[in-house]
């Protein structure tokens, strides 16, 4: 049996650097993780609206009234400072209607470090009868 100051040897704290190291990396990824998902939430949520307004009937909602309620939305979910009405290109056939919008949002992932996220919403729907 080994004596109590022979199992203590290797008791001598070296890995409480290692452990706040991991700790501050693991919070520096959280903190990224709560500045870098809302930004991609509404993206998805706005495009996701977007597919909804592309299917609309054609001979109730023009393009121009449908850019003004592609434009609520951004507003609604707090995208106006980045998007402008000259953003939204609709085009609209018989069949179907396609909406692109293109923009570009400046996002903090850590302390000190940003980045310039582009983000690209393409929708083609068919249109309603």
Request: hydrophobic residues 40%; proline residues 3%.
């Given at each position: 049996m080994?004596?109590?100051e022979e199992r203590r040897?290797?008791?001598e704290g070296k890995g409480a650097f290692g452990s706040i190291v991991g700790l501050v990396?693991?919070?520096l990824?959280?903190?990224a993780i709560f500045h870098v998902?809302?930004?991609f939430w509404?993206?998805?949520a706005f495009r996701d609206k977007m597919n909804e307004l592309a299917r609309s009937n054609?001979?109730?909602f023009s393009d121009e009234k449908l850019t003004d309620m592609i434009m609520k939305e951004a507003r609604d979910r707090q995208l106006d400072d980045y998007i402008t009405r000259d953003m939204i290109k609709i085009h609209t056939v018989e069949t179907s209607r396609r909406i692109d919008v293109e923009y570009d949002r400046k996002v903090k992932i850590v302390p000190g470090?940003?980045?310039v996220i582009h983000f690209v919403d393409h929708v083609d729907q068919p249109l309603i009868f």
């Amino acid at each position: 049996m080994r004596s109590t100051e022979e199992r203590r040897k290797g008791e001598e704290g070296k890995g409480a650097f290692g452990s706040i190291v991991g700790l501050v990396v693991f919070l520096l990824v959280l903190y990224a993780i709560f500045h870098v998902g809302p930004p991609f939430w509404a993206d998805y949520a706005f495009r996701d609206k977007m597919n909804e307004l592309a299917r609309s009937n054609r001979n109730i909602f023009s393009d121009e009234k449908l850019t003004d309620m592609i434009m609520k939305e951004a507003r609604d979910r707090q995208l106006d400072d980045y998007i402008t009405r000259d953003m939204i290109k609709i085009h609209t056939v018989e069949t179907s209607r396609r909406i692109d919008v293109e923009y570009d949002r400046k996002v903090k992932i850590v302390p000190g470090y940003e980045k310039v996220i582009h983000f690209v919403d393409h929708v083609d729907q068919p249109l309603i009868f």
